[in-house]
């Protein structure tokens, strides 16, 4: 996995979300295949994973590294990463206009019959590097939406979200497996 320092932070943030060959070598599941909506390549993000899956491949790295170095985002850690210092809605500004130049929605993907979750890095990164962060998979961050766990927030959009949910949080069940939900892991600074 590639990782990118995050200015001003203690931490770096996974430039891409984690992929399905990211998460096979690390879990060894491929939990997206044979599933709708879902198509297998190496460089694609790893969906059908749920919050509690994405603890477990946190896990195994942090034992594989032999500390606790690795986890998921807070809300607030996810959309300062997202933002790269912008104060506007989106990375690049607020011209919605400019979003398919950033991200994969629904009117570049759904709109011409493209219902899944294209390869990671294909479209331009914000200021400090980071890909996909409006939208190609929502992203599970480690914020809970329930006080009972039951919920997590997600960041970023999918891949059948509309421009206006690129900027939303989304509050999954922390058990679901969606075809538009993968995770983007934080490295902590040593």
């Known amino acids: 996995m590639i990782f990118v320092t995050i200015p001003g932070r203690e931490y770096c943030l996974g430039k891409y979300t984690v992929t ?20 297998e390549g190496d460089d694609r993000p ?16 942090n034992s594989m590294e032999g500390r606790d170095i690795y986890r998921l985002p807070t809300d607030e850690e996810w959309e300062h990463a997202c933002l790269a210092g912008s104060s506007s809605k989106y990375c690049f500004g607020d011209d919605t206009e400019r979003l398919g130049s950033y991200a994969w ?40 939406s329930a006080e009972d766990g039951s919920r997590h927030v997600s960041r970023g959009g999918g891949f059948n979200s509309s421009a206006a949910r690129c900027l939303y949080r989304y509050r999954f069940r922390s058990d679901g497996r969606y075809c538009s939900l993968g995770v983007r892991l934080l490295r902590s600074l040593e």
Request: aromatic residues 14%; glycine residues 10%.
């Open 20 to 39: 399905q060959r990211e998460w096979r070598t690390v879990m060894g599941t491929s939990p997206w295949k044979g599933k709708s909506y879902a198509r």
């Open 46 to 61: 790893a969906t059908y994973i749920s919050w509690r899956d994405c603890q477990d491949l946190a896990g195994k790295l």
């Open 105 to 144: 929605y629904e009117r570049n993907t759904i709109a011409v019959g493209e219902r899944y979750a294209h390869e990671v890095g294909q479209k331009e990164p914000n200021r400090w590097g980071l890909h996909d962060m409006h939208g190609n998979v929502w992203e599970w961050t480690s914020t809970a």
